[in-house]
């Protein structure tokens, strides 16, 4: 593989759009030299597999400064099922194509584009991604750097890069100078965010402590660079500290809310910090307040959106310049647990709200 200029990334990110904005992609229905694709979209808000619709789309002319791109791989995340069901904390302008990130392969360029050219792979974030073909401005895509010919692995990979490994990097980084050999928790561990976060701690020599909530998952994350796997309970804080043999956790990391949240706050240490990034649960986080007043326990929230729209330049190349590279070594992956193409998007949602998966759920929209 080739070796990924840090200087091509920076250069590339100069002319990428914010993130993680919700974007809202029209099919046109010009007939000019028509090709059809498919597209997923919805309507109305509801339950996913039932709501989301495959329609088809034809292809139409390239305006002043746009691209058209062949999506070869985007992920379902639970935001996205989240978003469409009307729980999220953003909700989609309707009609809308779902999906909030992807990777695709430039097939035509109007002639003012000249940044990137056919057949160059592009990241697509912010615009609905569960479709075989997305015509946008140049400037919405943020262009790769040269991998020479990725695997079809990595194709998949990259797809997953500019939500789930920046919200674990930035975590990691925003809330306690942490330094090698300090001990973190975190749960739904086994999530892709849960993942990456233990490969990223691995690489700094800090130690994770992760919790699950069913068995048949150590393995996987020891495998990943985990230092202790848990199964959440009741005794979760008597669990932790017996794994940390005492030793004081000064970072709790929560996807999960509910009780968890606050057997979370009771296994920190004094002074430690508790960050809620997700409710996967469903069910509202609770907190024993005498746990924080008695440890003086800071409460934090993250969110990559929030992020994504103080951070600046600088910011964004510091954070993709580690990932990327990262991704396209292999030192930092997610699983996948299926894939599926855009006319089976509703087996591909389905598949997504399931429990006991074993990773994410890819649309892979021309493999099939
Ligand atoms: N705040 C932000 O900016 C931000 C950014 C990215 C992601 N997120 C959030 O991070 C979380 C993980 O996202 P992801 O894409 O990494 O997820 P994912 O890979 O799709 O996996 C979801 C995981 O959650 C686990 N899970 C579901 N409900 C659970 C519960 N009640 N208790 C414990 N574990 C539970 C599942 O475990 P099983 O295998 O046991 O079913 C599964 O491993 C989501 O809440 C997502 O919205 C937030």
Known sequence: MNKISLG??????????????????????????????????INQLGEPATVIEVKEGTSRPLEIGEIRVKVLAAPIHPSNLLAISGNYLTTPVLPSIPGSEGVGQVVELS?????????????????????????????????????????????????????????????????????????????????????????????RGIKTVNVVRREGLAEDLMAKGADAVLIDGPDLAQQIASATNNAPVVLAIDAVGGDT?????????????????????????????????????????????????????????????????????????????????????????TRAGQRARNGKVLIVPHAH
Do not use: C
Not at 24 to 36: K, Q, R, Y
């Open 8 to 41: 091509a990334i920076f250069a590339a990110l100069i002319s990428a759009m914010p993130l993680a904005l919700a974007g809202h992609h029209e099919a046109s229905m010009h007939h000019d030299h028509a090709t059809t694709f498919n597209y997923a979209e």
């Open 111 to 203: 002639s003012e584009v000249t940044h990137l050219t056919k057949g160059q792979l592009v990241l697509l974030a912010g615009m609905g991604t569960w479709s075989e073909e997305i015509v946008a401005p140049a400037a919405m895509v943020i262009p790769l750097p040269d991998l020479g010919k990725p695997s079809a692995e990595l194709i998949e990979q990259l797809s997953m890069s500019t939500i789930n490994p920046l919200t674990a990097l930035l975590m990691l980084n925003s809330y306690v100078d942490l330094k090698e050999g300090d001990w973190i928790v975190q749960s739904a561990s086994n999530s892709a965010v849960g993942g990456y976060l233990i490969q990223l701690a691995k690489q």
């Open 261 to 349: 949240f606050s057997r979370l706050a009771e296994s920190l240490g004094n002074g430690g910090t508790l960050v809620t990034y997700g409710v996967l649960s469903g069910k509202f986080p609770t907190l024993n307040l005498g746990t924080v007043l008695r440890n003086d326990i800071r409460v934090q929230s993250f969110w990559l959106t929030r992020w994504f729209g103080a951070a600046t330049m600088a910011d964004r190349q510091a954070a993709f310049g580690q990932i990327i590279p990262l991704i396209a070594s292999g030192a930092l992956k997610a699983n996948i647990d299926s894939r599926f193409s855009v006319a089976q998007i509703k087996e591909a949602a």
